[in-house]
């Protein structure tokens, strides 16, 4: 006996679809600003900042991809839709983050022991346009950042991407006031210092939701006492628990009952308590819940492994 409650699984992705081609088409423009800037000055800052907004914009552009993709309707064929969209564009937007980071850092130290010259002013121009034009996507997509993982992925993005427009700025003005070639070097090591840690812990994060590990901030150990504390309920066994997508965690278990409560009609009440259970005695509330309510006698009939 199972029970599921019906839902919109869209997650409000197309609302979010006119920021993020907003945001894209800034950061694209300013990837070619940077990129021009970058052959005129000389700048590693520079060219690893237009190679971070590269993959910025092919971050957006997945997150764009996803959002539209979120937005259509399941299918017998996809049960779920296409809410998983989100959490591929923020694995892969998070992996080239890493990716750009590392090279960042790799580079910077080399440069470091062999400074190349600089073109100060410029590198000063292209700074400026780059940290405008970033903090212009940061005002579109800040209202819907903390939406979905994708909208929080194309969020952190751009974050990252004014933060290295400042750490260009800055190693500008030195170089032009000191003269001090490894600023440039410096700046580079910083917008890798930025990137690291933020697109590690979203890759973290996307991961353990393809892992199908249980959701964040829910004990499922916890859970089973809940269960077990029901009415009638004698044992509770394959409990799992996982995420589809953000707001959409899932539970399902195989509840054992007293073979009294089916022949006087409680199994079939015992469903709204089983799900009230698990929608709202918990942190982490969960709407999508399947029991199974059977006897012990039925156990034989089972796989031997039972988590």
């Given at each position: 006996m199972s029970h599921s409650h019906s839902h919109d699984h869209s997650g409000g992705a197309v609302e979010h679809r006119p920021r993020l081609a907003i945001a894209f088409g800034i950061t694209a423009v300013i990837l070619i600003a940077e990129v021009i800037g970058a052959v005129v000055t000389g700048s590693l800052a520079l060219?690893?900042?237009a190679a971070h907004m590269l993959t910025d914009a092919a971050g957006l552009l997945m997150a764009l991809t996803a959002a539209t993709l979120m937005g259509r309707p399941?299918?017998?064929?996809?049960?779920?839709g296409f809410r998983r969209a989100e959490v591929?564009?923020?694995t892969a937007?998070?992996?080239?983050?890493?990716?750009?980071?590392?090279?960042?850092m790799i580079d910077g130290i080399r440069r470091l022991f062999a400074p190349p010259e600089v073109a100060a002013t410029g590198l000063l121009v292209f700074g400026i346009v780059g940290l405008v034009g970033n903090i212009i996507a940061i005002v579109v997509l800040s209202s819907g950042r903390?939406?979905?993982?994708?909208?929080r992925a194309a969020f952190l993005e751009v974050v990252n991407d004014a933060l290295g427009s400042v750490a260009v700025i800055v190693g500008a003005i030195v170089i032009s006031t000191t003269g001090w070639m490894r600023a440039d070097a410096?700046?580079?090591?910083?917008?890798s210092a930025l990137i690291l840690p933020r697109a590690f812990r979203l890759l973290r994060e996307t991961t353990s939701i393809l892992l199908e590990s249980t959701p964040r901030g829910l004990d499922l150990e916890e859970v089973r006492r809940h269960l077990l504390s029901q009415d009638l309920v004698l044992s509770v066994h394959d409990l799992h628990a996982s995420q589809i997508a953000t707001g959409l965690p899932v539970l399902t278990a195989h509840v054992v009952v007293h073979e009294d409560a089916f022949h006087d009609g409680r199994a079939s009440s015992?469903?709204?308590?089983l799900q009230d259970c698990v929608a709202g005695h918990f942190d982490v509330s969960i709407e999508h819940s399947t029991f199974q309510i059977e006897t012990e006698?039925?156990?034989?009939?089972?796989?031997?492994?039972?988590?």
């Amino acid at each position: 006996m199972s029970h599921s409650h019906s839902h919109d699984h869209s997650g409000g992705a197309v609302e979010h679809r006119p920021r993020l081609a907003i945001a894209f088409g800034i950061t694209a423009v300013i990837l070619i600003a940077e990129v021009i800037g970058a052959v005129v000055t000389g700048s590693l800052a520079l060219l690893v900042d237009a190679a971070h907004m590269l993959t910025d914009a092919a971050g957006l552009l997945m997150a764009l991809t996803a959002a539209t993709l979120m937005g259509r309707p399941a299918t017998d064929r996809r049960t779920w839709g296409f809410r998983r969209a989100e959490v591929l564009s923020a694995t892969a937007q998070s992996t080239l983050l890493l990716a750009v980071g590392l090279y960042a850092m790799i580079d910077g130290i080399r440069r470091l022991f062999a400074p190349p010259e600089v073109a100060a002013t410029g590198l000063l121009v292209f700074g400026i346009v780059g940290l405008v034009g970033n903090i212009i996507a940061i005002v579109v997509l800040s209202s819907g950042r903390g939406a979905n993982l994708n909208m929080r992925a194309a969020f952190l993005e751009v974050v990252n991407d004014a933060l290295g427009s400042v750490a260009v700025i800055v190693g500008a003005i030195v170089i032009s006031t000191t003269g001090w070639m490894r600023a440039d070097a410096l700046a580079a090591m910083f917008i890798s210092a930025l990137i690291l840690p933020r697109a590690f812990r979203l890759l973290r994060e996307t991961t353990s939701i393809l892992l199908e590990s249980t959701p964040r901030g829910l004990d499922l150990e916890e859970v089973r006492r809940h269960l077990l504390s029901q009415d009638l309920v004698l044992s509770v066994h394959d409990l799992h628990a996982s995420q589809i997508a953000t707001g959409l965690p899932v539970l399902t278990a195989h509840v054992v009952v007293h073979e009294d409560a089916f022949h006087d009609g409680r199994a079939s009440s015992m469903l709204d308590s089983l799900q009230d259970c698990v929608a709202g005695h918990f942190d982490v509330s969960i709407e999508h819940s399947t029991f199974q309510i059977e006897t012990e006698r039925h156990a034989e009939h089972e796989h031997r492994f039972h988590p």
